[in-house]
């Protein structure tokens, strides 16, 4: 940008002292109440408390990150970074640039949020700072506030640089650095000039990074709840879709309707989606993340809804239906939900303690195999055993190219930083939740399958709950089987 276009003053206004004064002045007084305590707030501490555990003696640091530029100078809607989130019980919007420091003492840590706090009414931010302002944002909390809500000692953020180099050179300082690389690089320098070398200091970074990742892959008691909500709350959206099905043939781009119906529900539910709906119909959900939602819906079409709300405290519903708009299937659409359906039976008879991760992609996907085996669509010669081989086989992924399950909390894709063996390899574990998602795919160009199917996609994904002796299907509460989807569009649409 040139100097001339940053100084570029054609909206400015006139800034009188006159005006300087008057604005200051004739405020009732702040109240004193302070808000309650977050419910999130005792379980971050115990979050906290373990990964005191791993890291002792070690300054860490965890940044809430920053606004991110949209374009121009509007900006995105601010979501913290799921490791903040996590480990200090905000969500929603809060806290943009705020930083969550673990400090460490002789049994533990200390934890202190560096954070911009409220702005008195004499400062000229209170009313002429567009980015933070009081009168242009609202206000923020104070640091009374924030101590309040989250039960952490909180400090100015420009005291945050001084408070980390303090005692450099002595105490290994970690961040997480892909929540705010501007921060991270200032801290960087920091380190770098104690004289620990970049590379290292990156790898020991990632460190934490991947135990906060990996901390996140049994839930508590808290999460779960919240995860229940959103989940609640997703149903909502669906069956609000459901009434409008009779009336996408006359919206036009009735995919985009789709979306603005759940979404509709996912801000007023919660904090909004989740991941970016995929409102798919026809061949459109043959293209597994088909989020541009512009397609037109016809009467006797499928629409595939793969979408999530995210509640207050940004867990997240990953859920997808496959619904007729018809409100019945027909006999090809329903021998697809069939086979679809008893293959999402038997990954979800896998989730139970014990198995691993991928038993239940294992279950689910010898059960398409055998349909597509029956249906005579493997090549020549191979059978389900030949398909299902590692190494030679994996014909039956033309059909359904993805994976059946992932972990699902904060990120719809979550513990993202787990390794193989923590996460695919691994066994599961009560307190896990993990989605279950079987499809089958066929593209109307696609010459091997049988022309009835051509142009069907049709993907059943429900959240599922490790429990002590088996699992617990966490969205139950949204039919699945073909009778008892077909009752349910009836029963929404008769309300
Ligand atoms: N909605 C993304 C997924 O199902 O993984
Ligand atoms: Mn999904
Ligand atoms: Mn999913």
Redesign the pocket.
Known sequence: MSEKQKVADNRSRETTDEFRAFVKTGWSPRGDATPDRMPSAPYAAVRRAALSQQFRGERLVIPAGGLKVRSNDTDYAFRPHTAFAYLTGFGADREPDAVLVLDPTDDGHDAVLFFRPLASRDSDEFFDDARFGEFWVGARPSIADIEAEAGLTGRHIDDFLDAIAKDAGEVVVRIVRDCDPQLTAQVDERRVSEGREKENLEAADDELAHAISLARMVKDEHEIEQLRAAIAATQVGFEAIIAELPRLAETGRGERWVEGIFGLHARHQGNGVG?DS?CAAGDHANTLHWVKNTGEIAGDELILV?A?VEVDSLYTA?I?RTLPVAGTFSDAQAEIYDAVYAAQQAGIAAVKPGNAFSDVHAAAIRVIAEHLHAWGLLPEGIDVEATLDKEHGQYHRRWMVHGTS?HLGLD??DCALATREEYKDAELRPGMVL?V?PGLYFKADDELAPERFRGFGIRI?DDVLVTNDGSENLSAGMPRDRAAVEAWIAGVQAR
């Open positions: 991941y995929i793969d999530g990953d997808t992932h719809v894709h989605t998602e994904e």
